[in-house]
């Protein structure tokens, strides 16, 4: 599965930082937009160890995130300056890799969980960081608020030698995409996989193949990707999401995501097991 990238397993996810290390990384937030910086060739840098002075200029808090390698990894909750440009994640999408993108999208959450849990949910009472744990903690109620995760499934239908692929009405003029959808409560996720397909265009899908996985930070998304053979079924549109749907040939297929998404992933994947790439 070449259009499948590796996951980034070297990375060791923390709460306290060490006392020493040899690099650092640090990805700025002002809400949720980024801190955009590149280097010559037009690859988004996160800040390094040899701009902390400008970090402590604009850090409001600092989360420490993990270590990669000998790289420990921050996310930092700034103030915008007019110096520099901000920009939501989507904006390094082709300047990034997915080491650095999945970095960048994990440091988005982690400061907007902070951010969202400076009050208990339950009696609305202040809360305090725990040390050593990532949570937001209530000491009336001993409510511990973690960052929060939405499961949903994301698939690419295929039948033979064409793929179902869809547009939602916020999509770009002329782009579609695979079919997803979070999973419900008590729900597993190949019945998601079922139910958010009859939903969404109205067909029966089998054989399910999962691929593997994406977070998806917009927002707080854990995207599960799969592969569904058709079944039955004619295309009828859940009006309300879906803007249209149709069967595109693997050899004509219409303008889909980047290179970056899961989405893309899939549709890859499957014109890889077909000789199409």
């Known amino acids: 599965m070449t259009a499948w990238p590796d996951p980034n ?14 690099e650092a990384w640090f990805f700025v937030f002002v809400d949720n937009d980024i801190l955009l910086r590149f ?23 600092k989360h420490f995130m ?35 993108l999945a970095m960048a999208g994990r440091a988005q959450q982690i400061c907007q969980w902070y951010r ?22 209530c000491e009336r109620c001993a409510v511990s608020s973690y960052p929060r995760l939405s499961p949903s499934i994301i698939v690419l239908v295929h039948r033979g030698a064409e793929v ?8 770009p003029e002329g782009m579609y995409s695979t079919l997803a959808g979070f999973v419900d409560p008590g729900e597993s996720i190949e019945e998601t996989v079922v139910h ?11 054989n399910l193949e999962y691929l593997g996985s994406q977070p998806w930070p917009f927002p707080n998304s854990l995207m599960l990707g799969f592969h569904a053979a058709y079944e039955s079924g004619d295309i009828v549109l859940q009006e309300e999401e879906i803007a249209d749907a ?25 014109l890889y097991r077909n000789g199409v790439v």
């Open 9 to 22: 397993t070297d990375f060791v996810s923390g709460v306290l930082a060490p006392d020493e290390y040899g």
């Open 39 to 61: 280097d010559e060739q037009g690859v988004f840098q996160p800040l390094s160890g040899g701009d902390e002075s400008l970090v402590e200029s604009l850090s409001l808090k």
């Open 66 to 100: 993990g270590m990669l390698g000998d790289t420990a990894c921050f996310a930092v909750e700034g103030q915008r300056s007019a110096a520099h440009q901000f920009g939501g994640l989507r904006s390094i999408f082709e300047a990034s890799d997915n080491l650095l």
């Open 116 to 137: 969202d849990h400076q009050y208990c949910g339950k009696c609305g009472d202040k809360a305090i960081e725990l040390e050593g744990d990532r949570a937001m903690h």
């Open 164 to 171: 179902l692929l869809a547009r939602n009405h916020n999509f």
């Open 196 to 206: 958010e397909v009859r939903e969404e265009v109205g067909l029966k899908v089998g």
């Open 246 to 270: 149709q069967w595109f040939a693997l050899d004509k297929l219409p303008a889909i995501p980047g290179k970056m998404a899961i989405s893309r992933w899939l549709i890859d994947d499957y």
